[in-house]
Each structure stands twice: as C-alpha cells, then as structure tokens.
C-alpha cells in the first residue's frame, strides 16, 4: 500500500496539486454555504482529475521502444541519427509521449542542451552537445502510434565537439492531456560513442608547408616495387621467379631479390597541449584549433601514401608508431577526439617521438607555446637530420600570449625553420 501511494503521489505534477488544492477549496465552500451548483462544480474538477489519473495510466501500458545508434565513428560537426522503434501492443493511440535522456561528454565534462526547433522544423529537434553544466535532460516528442502499429523515427543529433560521449539516463513520459500526471518509465538504452575532430579545415597548412619544403622526407623501402634492393636468403611460400640464380650457385643455397617500393614519405608530428599556453573555450579555443590542425596534417598525408607518427603532450603523453594506411589514421584521430591539456613536458615527448622515427623523416611541431622547449624539441629533431617546421596557433592579436608568439616566430625563422601562422578565422 505504502509504494501504491509513493509511485501515485510521484506522478502528480504542480499543476494536479494546485488542481487537487481547488477541488478541496471548492468542497470547503460547498460545505459551508451549502449551494447545489457549488457541490456540482467541485464535483466536476474531482472528476476531470480522476480521469485524468486513469488516463495518464494507460499512457504508456502497451508501449515499447528500442533506441540505437548507428554504427561507425561521427566527425565533429556531423549529424548522427539516432533510430527510435516503437510498438504499441495496447488498446489506445499513444500520443504526447517523450523519449528523455542524459547526454554527456566526458572528455571536456560537457552536457547537451536541445535546441528550440525553428518554423517549419518537425519534431524531434536536435540536440546541440555543446552546453556546460553537471547534468541537463533533453526531451523529445515522439510520433503517435495508433493500437497494435509499429513506428520508426530518427533523432538526428548535431554534435559539434569532439570526445568521449555517454547516454544514459534513458526513459519514456506520458502523462494525460491536461499535464496534471506524469508517469515515467526506464528504457535502458546506455550507449557511448567517440566524436572525431575535423581534418579537412586546415589543408592549406599542408599545402604550404609541402611548398615550403615543410613537411616532406622520402626513403627507400624494400617491398613490392620495381626497382632491385638487395639479396636474401630464399623463405617458404617466396616466389621462384624472383630467385637470382647465379648467387644461389655461388652460395649453394636459394636466394631471392628484393626490390624497392619506391619512396615513401615519413613524417613525425608532435602536437604541444600543455595547458600553461591554452587559451579560449571549445570549440573555438587553442586546443580545438591544434587537434584540427594536426588531423588535417595526418589525414593529407595518409591521401598520399605516406607514413607518420604522432606524439601528443598534454594530459600524459600518447605516442603511435610510424605506420602507414586508413587504420593508423583512424587510430590517430580517436587519440586527437581523446586528448586533454595537461602539464606533460614537451622534451620528453619531442625524444620519444623522435625514437620512433628513421633519419630523413620530417619533423612538424603544432603549438602555442613561446617556452625554451620549443626551440629545444627543433634543435633536438634537426640534430637527427630531419627537415623541421613548426605551426604556431596564437591567440587573437593584441594579446601578451600572441606577441610572444610572433617573437618566437621571428626567432625560428630567424634560426632557419620555416613557420605556419594559424590565426583565427583562416580555417
């Protein structure tokens, strides 16, 4: 009896309490002058109320839902779609249900917040996961489905910011048509996905850094090619038309030609997240402008076959191999959606990147930073023999942090590395 009444009095609403205050007013009345008109319209409001109550009820009895996400990984500034199946197995239409969750980012500790839909816009609206705050519901409207029908909608979120993303918190309203009762029911539906950050603003920043002769180192690999690399001995499963003959004679035993494929291009990238030199809120913050900056250099690079490894310092330090192919690429991405400010060094980062790397790769360091680390880390890479080149991602001018970026330019070029300045609105 005790929980009968707890889940009764949960889904009274304001507006039923103040409803629920007016019937009680109206009887008092009714009682003390006696009047058969007032007994008749408390009687009324008791009414309506209770059938309210009985309506919200059945609101959501019959009624089920399945959510899922579609497969893959989003780029920020993409829409996702978010499928929704309903059945109602019950005797009534359902209609003015709403479907509510919690959408967080756990990267940067970020909730979502619906935006209002504009003229001409059906439901449900889409979501903006941009808005800060601890914890913020989105709700929406969900299609009318008549008795024994099956409904499919889509629910297309707009996710502007990169990161680790969670929703949970899922679960259906219903309530009766007058809004004096709400019933709530869990669905269930937890789910996490990473958004992706942009690489395809900042491909002019490859173009001229490949111009500038920035970016670009080539080597010879052994592999499948066309051009003779050496001789080894013969394995399982070689092909025999590429035994060379005379030095099996010569040795007594098979051996077989490698050959060239060709020259690759290998590049080191170290992207500079120490928090002491960020600036800005996401989207449009230092950070965010590195991490697409660094993609788009990644991404170019892999369009052309090349190879590239990439050190992040900020939050820890995360280093991926000198690979090659969309999957490293992927890789590399999911670790930019990830990555944080932090109080990482950039030295140590620079020289275990730097271990990963053959002499004759480039070297391109992405900062905002204006410390001795920077021109320590160049110094570092240069003494390998590799072609250096730095983009600097200032602050907008006028700033302390931006005057001291443009003297560390003048320093670098100075000093013979060539340097890309990003500025705000060049994307």
Known sequence: MRRFLKRLFSSFTLRAWLWLLTVAWLYAVAVVNDLPSTHLLWASFAAVLIICLLLSRA???????????????PVAGSTLPLDVELRNEGSFTKSGVLLEWEAKNETFDLCITPRPASEGESL??????????????ARFLLPTVPPGARVEASIPLEVTLRGLWRIKGTRLIGGD????????????????????????????VDEEASAMAMGVAAVRLPGAGDEFH????????????????????????????????????QRLVVLDLR????????PRSGEERKVEVTASLLHETTRRGGHFALAIVGKGTVLL????????????????????PGRGSLREATLRG?????????FVLVTSAYDDEVLIAIEGARARGMAVSCVLVPPPEGSEHSLRCEALATTLVEGGCPVIVVREGQG
């Open 59 to 73: 609101a959501l009895s019959g009624l089920s839902v399945r959510v899922r996400l579609p497969e893959g990984r």
């Open 124 to 137: 449900p609206r889409i979501l903006r996961l941009e808005a800060p705050g601890a914890r913020n519901m």
């Open 177 to 204: 048509p007058l809004g004096l009762f709400r019933v709530v029911r869990e669905v269930g539906f937890k789910a996490s996905f990473v958004v992706l950050p942009r690489h395809d603003l900042y491909r002019w």
């Open 230 to 265: 050496s001789l080894r001995p013969y394995e399982p499963g070689d092909d025999l038309k590429k035994v060379h003959w005379r030095a099996t004679a010569k040795v007594g035993r098979l051996v077989v030609k490698t050959f060239e494929r060709g020259r690759e291009e």
């Open 275 to 282: 928090e002491e030199f960020e600036w800005g809120r996401p």
């Open 321 to 340: 191999p000198m690979e090659a192919g969309r999957g490293h690429f992927l890789s590399a991405l999911e670790a930019l959606a990830l990555s944080r």
């Open 354 to 362: 730097l271990a990963l790397c053959p002499r004759g790769a480039s």
